[in-house]
Nanobody, 125 residues
């Protein structure tokens, strides 16, 4: 079993930055793929970014490429999402997820068996 706890959300003005953290604990997850997803009110959950815990290889949605950076700290067992140049359309609940079936990470939410509770990000215009 893997437990995930997100933090770092909040209210920020357009153009600002936030860094989300996802602390992982539980079973050996060093071979897992980790992902960030988001869900805005009335919309489906969408992929944001993913990273391979082992190799550090990354994957991004086109909508955040060049603005968001996903990274991990193996010693702290934490995955980060650095979000720069935030836009009002980035407003959503952001979720961290872990996948044992896709060690390189995946944009498909169905690949992830473990999910955090989510953290709210609100970007004002």
């Amino acid at each position: 079993q893997v437990q995930l706890v997100e933090s770092g959300g909040g209210l920020v003005q357009a153009g600002g930055s936030l860094r989300l953290s996802c602390a992982a604990s539980g079973r050996a997850f060093s071979s897992y793929g980790m992902g960030w997803f988001r869900q805005a009110p009335g919309k489906e959950r969408e992929f944001v970014a993913a990273i391979s815990w082992r190799s550090g290889g990354t994957l991004y949605a086109d909508s955040v490429k060049g603005r968001f950076t996903i990274s991990r700290d193996n010693a702290k067992k934490t995955v980060y999402l650095q979000m720069n140049s935030l836009k009002p359309e980035d407003t959503a609940v952001y979720y961290c997820a872990a996948s044992s079936s896709k060690p390189s990470g995946s944009s498909d939410a169905r690949s992830y068996a473990y999910w955090g509770q989510g953290t709210q990000v609100t970007v004002s215009s």
